[in-house]
């Protein structure tokens, strides 16, 4: 009976966590879907957002902002972060310890001292603020990351494998591209997708080091706020969410296919 119970409670515990992580999900893309302007009650089915969407340039543009500033950074971040996981993973040098330690910094400080310290660098050296200065905020925020990501994909490394192709005359470069970069690739790929979302999603850091004409989508989302977020946003969250479910989808399907 004490069996039966624990079993039940512990179902319902479940159903309430994924409830309470999903509901306001389920909610967004329902009201991207509501005739009502204002997002309190329901009034009707309709698809007009998604064409407001399309001709609303103010949020198209800062999504494009958003989406470019994200690609760069992540593609920086991820060839920078992975040199420096093999580099500190394979040699052993004077301050290495510190230098892993500083590398951590970047993750555990809030990110509103970061956007101020950024602010007070790129003021120094008068660089205008723009898609430069996010570009080099976001990939020194991501870098880190990237690192955490690959050095523990390194860490199951077997580096006799390194020594195999180094005997069978492959240079240290042939042997990097052919060999390590292939085992490490999905640890470069989780940690790409990782500062992609990070990128896409800042909010903070973007606002100190952003230009007037470099505004992003949670800036954006942000400044309307105050004056209340148009049922555009709901369209537009809901095209996101369902682009990435598909990739997820696609990727899973791949994955299972290559398993089998």
Partial sequence: ???????????AY????????????????????NESELNIVWTGFTFKWYGSL????????????????????TIISAMVGTLAAVGMYKYNFRGKSVL???????????????????????????????????VLSHAAFCIPFVVVVVRAR?????????????DLGASPWKTFFKVTLPIIMPGIVSGALLAFTLSIDDLIISFFVSGPKSTTLPMKIFGMVKYGVTPEINAL????LVVT???VIVAQSIRLKKSS
């Fill in 1 to 11: 009976m004490a069996g039966k119970a624990y079993k039940w409670t512990s179902i």
């Fill in 237 to 240: 969250s809901t095209i996101m």
């Fill in 54 to 73: 399309v001709k609303n340039q103010e949020i198209i543009d800062a999504f494009k902002n958003s989406l470019i500033l994200a690609l760069l950074s």
């Fill in 100 to 134: 892993d330690g500083l590398l951590y910094i970047p993750v555990v400080i809030p990110e509103i001292v970061m956007g101020i310290a950024l602010l007070a660098f790129f003021s120094m050296l008068r660089l205008p603020l723009g898609l430069l200065s996010l």
């Fill in 14 to 33: 479940m159903v309430l966590i994924f409830l309470m992580l999903y509901a306001p999900i389920f909610v967004l893309i329902a009201y991207s879907f």
């Fill in 245 to 247: 479910l598909s990739i």
């Fill in 154 to 166: 390194l860490e199951g490394f077997d580096r006799s494998i390194e020594e195999a192709a180094a």
